[in-house]
């Protein structure tokens, strides 16, 4: 498979890598992350510090030892629900490296997502995350990322939607993957009502 943006080369598997998301505050979107691998091993964290954190509209994906390597920030003023990401932590006057844009069509919650890039690239989800079922697609249709419901191994049992698992295709970065779920998060806690998530190419506000 073609590799497509990179956040950090380290998290660009070359087989495919299931990821457990576990998310570590059921009161507020996105006020925590940890992320393991099929070994036990965590990979990602997103530290949780309460509602303020939210109300921030700023999150920062960070690895097993705490280095910063994405951040993402909801631009406001914006009329679309803008989210931007910014390579590690983010800095006053510094360029997004991509960009998540609801659409504004009442009864719609259609979300778009350009990466600024030469050449550019657009990323196509289909499904429903408030349900922890989506796949992420690339502009060829083919899947680089899936978001599914868990199921504990020993008990077949389908676990909370608390834990989910992230399905990371070879060649796509894990930590670009993340990025779109704290985003999708953050618009999922917005609706407390979500519907079908697509990215499709995104226009200036």
């Known amino acids: 498979m073609k590799q497509g943006f990179v956040v950090e080369a380290g998290f660009v598997f070359q087989e495919e890598t299931h990821l457990t998301v576990l998310k570590t505050s059921l009161f507020f979107a996105n006020d925590g992350f940890t992320v393991y691998d099929c070994k036990g091993d965590l990979v990602?964290?997103?530290?949780?510090?309460?509602?303020?954190?939210?109300?921030?509209?700023?999150?920062?994906?960070?690895?097993?030892?705490?280095?910063?390597?994405?951040?993402?920030?909801?631009?406001?003023?914006?009329?679309?629900?803008?989210?931007?990401?910014?390579?590690?932590?983010?800095?006053?006057?510094?360029?997004?490296?991509?960009?998540v844009r609801r659409s504004s069509m009442i009864g719609r919650s259609d979300v778009s997502v350009e990466v600024y890039s030469d050449p550019g690239e657009e990323y196509q989800i289909e499904g429903r995350f408030s349900q922890r079922c989506c796949t992420i697609f690339n502009t060829g249709k083919v899947s680089v990322a899936e978001i599914r419901r868990k199921v504990d191994a020993s008990t077949h049992v389908l676990l909370g939607k608390d834990v989910f698992s992230l399905c990371v295709k070879p060649g796509f970065d894990g930590a670009f993957a993340m990025g779109l779920v704290l985003v999708l998060d953050q618009i999922n806690g917005d609706d407390y009502v979500t519907e079908e998530v697509q990215v499709e190419p995104v226009a200036d506000d």
């Open 44 to 99: 990602f964290r997103v530290d949780s510090y309460g509602p303020e954190t939210r109300d921030r509209g700023e999150i920062v994906l960070m690895d097993a030892n705490g280095r910063c390597l994405l951040t993402v920030r909801r631009k406001r003023p914006s009329l679309h629900h803008r989210w931007e990401g910014f390579i590690g932590e983010r800095i006053d006057g510094q360029k997004p490296i991509f960009s």
